[in-house]
T-cell receptor, first 116, second 113 residues
């Protein structure tokens, strides 16, 4: 089955610096890759997603890149702010073929700390 | 105010007791999901339902049960057969299977002693 590996597990940056979180996936049929932000004691919130027909997507300070050949995708946060501090999860799913359920397989999470 | 609600936020139970966690959504979503989150780990799928009166096991269904009698409700029962029930439980919904965006509730932290 699908497996998603996420690195690093913790990341500490200075306010204003950039942060990059990387994920690799095993199922070459995966075609949807969302990123979630989870604050302490709350449910995850979708912050950006990308589909396999796109190589890069940007939304203000957040961008995601996808390399289907290498089976990895990354989250880039520029000009980090203290409120970006949270746990970030990547996920992957395969929406094609029979038995499609939109099941998401999550990475292990990255705890991002942005120091003022 | 649309969204997904889970109640209660904190739940305490004695070992050997069954407990039911509530999940309600008013987003008119067809699909609903239950995940378990343990410290330092990602989310693991317990059960999911794509339509009313139908549901499937996820990756860690043992010791759990669900029902989907109404579109807006997907309660999860943690039975006494679940060996390590203490965890943070998250409910999610999406418009339909294949419409991939999943929206999460605030979670219920269950502690069993």
């Amino acid at each position: 089955g699908e497996n998603v590996e996420q690195h690093p597990s913790t990341l500490s940056v200075q306010e204003g610096d950039s942060a990059v979180i990387k994920c690799t996936y095993s199922d070459s049929a995966s075609n949807y890759f969302p990123w979630y932000k989870q604050e302490l004691g709350k449910g995850p919130q979708l912050i950006i997603d990308i589909r396999s027909n796109v190589g890069e997507k940007k939304d203000q300070r957040i961008a995601v890149t996808l390399n289907k050949t290498a089976k990895h995708f990354s989250l880039h946060i520029t000009e980090t702010q203290p409120e970006d501090s949270a746990v970030y999860f990547c996920a992957a799913s395969n929406s094609g073929g029979s038995g499609n359920t939109g099941k998401l397989i999550f990475g292990q999470g990255t705890t991002l700390q942005v120091k003022p | 105010d649309g969204g997904i609600t889970q109640s209660p936020k904190y739940l305490f139970r004695k070992e050997g007791q069954n407990v039911t966690l509530s999940c309600e959504q008013n987003l008119n979503h067809d699909a609903m999901y239950w995940y378990r989150q343990d410290p330092g780990q990602g989310l693991r799928l317990i059960y999911y339902s794509q339509i009313v009166n139908d549901f499937q096991k996820g990756d860690i269904a043992e010791g759990y049960s669900v029902s989907r009698e109404k579109k807006e409700s997907f309660p999860l029962t943690v039975t006494s057969a679940q060996k390590n029930p203490t965890a943070f439980y998250l409910c999610a919904s999406s418009l339909r299977d294949g419409s991939y965006e999943q929206y999460f509730g605030p979670g219920t932290r269950l502690t069993v002693t």
